[in-house]
């Protein structure tokens, strides 16, 4: 199992309630792997390809980028978005995603 998949079968036993106040869609795009994420303040949902229309927050980004972003809290900087090694329509809300999970020790 690739560490991207391990990271959202990881998902649903690592979030953290309550950190979120309404309903959120998150659509990633990682490398080849498609998923969506709903989280809810009391409950998460993870689906592999894209479930919704349009998602609160997309990422689209390589997959080492992504592990460092959700493993080691390294967030994309301008530069990145800038050279579309990310691209996201709301990069704030990718600040709080390492906030909704505690991936300790994965």
């Known amino acids: ?3 991207v998949a391990k990271i959202f079968d990881e998902m649903p036993s690592r979030y ?10 998150f ?3 990682i490398g080849s792997a498609r998923y969506t994420v709903t989280l ?13 229309e349009k998602a609160d927050v997309v990422l689209k980004t ?4 992504f592990e460092k972003m959700v493993l080691k809290g390294k967030m994309p900087g301008p530069i990145d978005i800038a050279r579309g090694k990310v691209k996201t329509n709301d990069p704030l809300a990718l600040k709080g995603l390492r ?8």
Do not use: H, N, Q, R
Not at 99 to 106: P, V, W
């Open 1 to 3: 199992m690739s560490v």
């Open 16 to 25: 953290l309630k309550g950190k979120v106040a309404k309903k959120t869609v």
């Open 27 to 29: 659509y990633f795009s």
């Open 40 to 52: 809810e303040p009391e409950s998460i949902t993870v689906e592999p390809d894209k479930k919704v």
């Open 62 to 65: 390589t997959p080492e980028l």
């Open 99 to 106: 906030d909704y999970f505690d991936f300790e020790g994965l």
